[in-house]
T-cell receptor, first 112, second 113 residues
Framework: AQSVTQLDSQVPVFEEAPVELRCNYSSSVSVYLFWYVQYPNQGLQLLLKYLSGSTLVKGINGFEAEFNKSQTSFHLRKPSVHISDTAEYFCAVNNQGGKLIFGQGTELSVKP | DAEITQSPRHKITETGRQVTLACHQT?????MFWYRQDLGHGLRLIHYSYGVQDTNKGEVSDGYSVSRSNTEDLPLTLESAASSQTSVYFCASSSGSSYNEQFFGPGTRLTVL
């Protein structure tokens, strides 16, 4: 069965510092990969997705992610974070069956 | 603008009562999903539907049921609410292709006392 592991449950970082949120997945078949963000008391919204092609994917709010097939990873990065980036971030994989398998989430806390 | 809505946004109920959470989408999407979100577990799939009259069990379906009588709605019913079902519930929808993103509703916070 497929699974998604987010290696850090909480990531504290200072404003304007770079950040990387790590995500590993297990799958023996082609997958589609997603990062979602959840702001407090809200639903999830899509940050970016990898379907095929270039392994570096750019998303909204200055985030990007790199797909690494050999390491089965899809880490999310931002070169300089803002207070407004404080949220929970979820990595997810879609196995072509239309269903998403989510990681446990990473709480990003940006401090002034 | 198309959207996905959930009601109620907050609900408190007692153990043993039947509860129905509503989900309505105006995207005209074929696929609809129900998740629950609990600390440390991320989002877990409860039930999903690929179209009218189609329903399928997810990984945590025990104690829940859904029905799909039209494209727009997928209500989630807790037949006899239990304290373990206290959670935040999210509905989502997507178009038919697997590479398309899911759009999420704002969530329903359910407390079972």
């Amino acid at each position: 069965a497929q699974s998604v592991t987010q290696l850090d449950s909480q990531v504290p970082v200072f404003e304007e510092a770079p950040v990387e949120l790590r995500c590993n997945y297990s799958s023996s078949v082609s997958v589609y990969l997603f990062w979602y963000v959840q702001y407090p008391n809200q639903g999830l919204q899509l940050l970016l997705k990898y379907l095929s092609g270039s392994t570096l994917v750019k998303g909204i709010n200055g985030f990007e992610a790199e797909f690494n097939k050999s390491q089965t990873s899809f880490h999310l990065r931002k070169p300089s974070v803002h207070i407004s980036d404080t949220a929970e971030y979820f990595c997810a994989v879609n196995n072509q069956g239309g269903k998403l398998i989510f990681g446990q989430g990473t709480e990003l806390s940006v401090k002034p | 603008d198309a959207e996905i809505t959930q009601s109620p946004r907050h609900k408190i109920t007692e153990t043993g009562r039947q509860v129905t959470l509503a989900c309505h989408q105006t995207w005209n999407h074929n696929n609809m999903f129900w998740y629950r979100q609990d600390l440390g577990h991320g989002l877990r799939l409860i039930h999903y539907s690929y179209g009218v009259q189609d329903t399928n069990k997810g990984e945590v379906s025990d104690g829940y049921s859904v029905s799909r009588s039209n494209t727009e709605d997928l209500p989630l019913t807790l037949e006899s609410a239990a304290s373990s079902q206290t959670s935040v519930y999210f509905c989502a929808s997507s178009s038919g292709s697997s590479y398309n993103e899911q759009f999420f509703g704002p969530g329903t916070r359910l407390t079972v006392l």
